[in-house]
């Protein structure tokens, strides 16, 4: 992470301490993830993915075990296991779509059916992933966020522009990230929430890109399998 100057002449509105954000809606959504990943067809998936499966259940298992309740503060063990988690799931997926669009150059789908299942299953993991690498990244991370620690933002949200727009005590959680990971995947591009760092411009381009490619392909293959 870039240093950051912590002495500023006044704080924004919104870069005050919070009681943080709870974990299970991110266990939630990481089990989820391991579904999709889980019930690929071998043909879309590595060889080792229900190894690669385990490891994610476990991970997020223990990563459970560590902090159940709020994420009150930042805890770098935990944090750099929450990265390697999204970091799995994240490779794991850019494999599956590899091989999805190897499957569709080689002509090997002919089933839209099956092609719509296994594109939909790479596409909505890729959204859950990338909101992963955003929640874990922004001002360091849930715990981070929680405790203030950070008051350069990594994204700009509607709710920071104005404390008029919202509540004293708002502060993004999981759901923000989520939707920030659903509109990029869905307009390839930024709409109310604007990154500001280097590496939330990246990561939204590589999952633009990425879902630019899946979602065309997938729907250029089955209007003409349907053909």
């Not at 805890?75 to 994240?90: E, H, K, P, V």
């Not at 991370?141 to 727009?165: E, I, V």
């Amino acid at each position: 992470m870039r240093a950051r100057d912590y002495h500023l002449p006044s704080m924004p509105h919104w870069h005050k301490v919070g009681q943080g954000e709870p974990r299970w809606p991110v266990s939630f959504v990481v089990i989820v993830v391991i579904g999709l990943q889980y019930s690929l067809p071998s043909h879309f998936a590595l060889k080792s993915q229900r190894w690669i499966c385990l490891l994610e259940a476990m991970l997020a298992l223990a990563l459970f075990a560590w902090n159940p309740g709020r994420i009150k503060g930042h805890r770098q063990g935990r944090w750099i296991l929450g990265i390697a988690l999204s970091a799995i799931m994240t490779l794991s997926n850019i494999a599956s779509t590899v091989h999805l669009i190897r499957e569709l150059l080689n002509g090997g789908i002919t089933s839209p059916n099956n092609l719509l299942a296994a594109g939909g299953s790479i596409w909505l993991t890729n959204i859950i992933a990338f909101s992963l690498w955003y929640w874990e990244f922004d001002r360091g991370g849930p715990g981070a966020r929680a405790q203030a620690r950070d008051p350069y933002p990594d994204f700009l949200f509607p709710q920071m522009q104005s404390n008029q727009l919202a509540p004293s005590d708002w502060a993004p959680n999981f759901f923000d990230y989520l939707y920030i990971s659903f509109t990029n995947a869905s307009a390839f591009s930024p709409t109310d929430t604007l990154p500001l760092s280097r590496w939330a411009k990246t990561l939204m381009t590589i999952q633009s890109t990425t879902s630019l490619v899946t979602v065309g392909l997938v729907i250029a293959r089955a209007v003409n399998i349907l053909k």
